[in-house]
């Protein structure tokens, strides 16, 4: 015998079924890394991703990472001049998947 009225049962079931879906971080992979990163994007339709950042001695970290076989394998390593603040796919297609950056100056 329930001493809730209909309206808690529901409000309480609904309750029930947000904490049982929330979203979880599976970690695939570990990797340390020589810089500080900033942001990491996912490559679309790809086991890739990038990280941008700046090392200690205040210059921009580019690094590209892929997935394979469950380790992770640095594909490319860039080093600029300005540490790099952001990065985004999102200006291209995904046939194309040209990266734009962004540094503390504005460019």
């Not at 210059?59 to 001049?81: D, H, I």
């Amino acid at each position: 015998m329930s001493y809730f009225t209909e309206e808690e049962r529901l409000e309480k079931e609904k309750q029930e079924r947000q904490r049982n879906c929330r979203q979880q971080i599976i970690e695939h992979a570990k990797k340390s890394l020589l810089f500080t990163p900033f942001e990491v994007k996912w490559i679309p339709q790809s086991a890739t991703f990038v990280a941008v950042g700046h090392y200690p001695n205040n210059g921009g970290a580019l690094s590209v990472f892929s997935l394979r076989e469950g380790e992770l394998e640095t594909t490319l390593e860039m080093k600029k001049p300005m540490p790099i603040k952001c990065c985004t796919l999102g200006h291209s297609p995904n046939e194309g998947r040209q990266l734009a950056t962004g540094d503390f100056q504005g460019n």
